[in-house]
């Protein structure tokens, strides 16, 4: 059965700071994994999506890698802005498309 | 533009009511999921479908009841609202091709926050 960790459950940095975001997995044998941003009272936006073929994935500011021998991924975030305060979960597919989802870190930028 | 659009956004229930959430989308996705987020947890699958006609059990089925009589239309069916149902539901879709390679992110709707009292 597929676990997916995230740790820390929380982290607070200064505007401005790089910063990883880390997800680890318990089975290797994954298709693809899907980063998500979750607004407070809002609904998931998907931030990336990586094939199980790739090593990394970048949008603007953010880039996702992925390293299936190891079970992890990290999403890092270049010169954070509070406007990239929210709650950022990863997720993996667990057949059927059917995605397990980490717990999520809970990330505030301070300006 | 609508993408996933959920109906109700808010809802209290006393214990022992019935209520439908409805779900619709409008990008002709095949895949479409039930989630429930609890505080402090990450979502967990209650039921998804491949297509219309062809529902199936996710990781928290207990109490739940779905349908997908056309592609756009998903709704979760509760029968007897019990106090351990209060939750955010989520609804979402996606794309999955017979490649693996063609599988597309996971879209979502900004949930229903359900009480139960």
């Known amino acids: 059965k597929q676990e997916v960790t995230q740790i820390p459950a929380a982290l607070s940095v200064p505007e401005g700071e790089n910063l990883v975001l880390n997800c680890s997995f318990t089975d290797s044998a994954i298709y693809n994994l899907q980063w998500f941003r979750q607004d407070p009272g809002k609904g998931l936006t998907s931030l990336l999506l990586?094939?199980?073929?790739?090593r990394e994935q970048t949008s603007g500011r953010l880039n996702a890698s992925l390293d299936k021998s190891s079970g992890r991924s990290t999403l890092y975030i270049a010169a954070s802005q509070p406007g990239d305060s929210a709650t950022y979960l990863c997720a993996l597919p667990a057949g059927a498309q059917k995605l397990v989802f980490g717990q999520g870190t809970r990330l505030t930028i301070n300006p | 533009n609508a993408g996933v659009t959920q109906t109700p956004k808010f809802r209290i229930l006393k214990i022992g009511q019935s209520m439908t959430l409805q779900c619709t989308q409008d990008m002709n996705h095949n895949y479409m999921y039930w989630y429930r987020q609890d505080p402090g947890m990450g979502l967990k699958l209650i039921y998804y479908s491949v297509g219309a006609g062809i529902t199936d059990k996710g990781e928290v089925p207990n109490g739940y009841n779905v349908s997908r009589s056309t592609t756009e239309d998903f709704p979760l069916r509760l029968e007897l609202a019990a106090p351990s149902q209060t939750s955010v539901y989520f609804c979402?879709?996606?794309?999955?091709?017979?490649?693996?390679?063609?599988?597309?992110?996971?879209?979502f709707g900004d949930g229903t926050r359900l009480s139960i009292l």
């Open positions: 990586i094939q199980s073929s790739q």
């Open positions: 979402a879709s996606s794309y999955s091709g017979r490649n693996r390679w063609s599988n597309q992110p996971q879209h």
